[in-house]
């Protein structure tokens, strides 16, 4: 017997509502904040765990600044917020789930 998805009631090999459902899950954000002492970081928050390291390894050698990853989001010394969504889109993420404040 053929499964029907309960979303969209079409057959589960032609609907595409869990691929919809993945890229909807993956929203990034990214945005900028004050830390101690004024010192101005960007935060990247919404990357999967298992990608972590290796983003923020590549956004510290390509912005050539300092960060951390740690708790599911990425901390990057100093406003790197208008370079970041165009890294992030070359690293192969949609840019329409990057969000930037
Ligand atoms: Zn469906």
Known sequence: MPEIC???GLLKDI???????????Q???VYSTK???GKLVTIVEGL??????KTAKELKH???????????????QGDHK???KSLLVSM???EHSITVR
Do not use: H, M, N, W
């Not at 609907?15 to 899950?25: F, H, Y």
């Not at 999967?48 to 390291?53: R, S």
């Open 92 to 94: 192969g993420y949609s």
């Open 48 to 53: 999967e765990k298992d990608v972590l390291d």
């Open 15 to 25: 609907c595409a509502c869990d691929v919809l459902e993945k890229e909807e899950s």
């Open 35 to 37: 830390k101690r002492f």
């Open 82 to 84: 208008d370079k970041i």
């Open 62 to 76: 390509k912005l050539a600044c300092g960060g951390t990853a740690k708790d599911g989001s990425i901390v990057l």
């Open 27 to 29: 929203r990034i954000k």
């Open 6 to 8: 309960p979303k969209c």
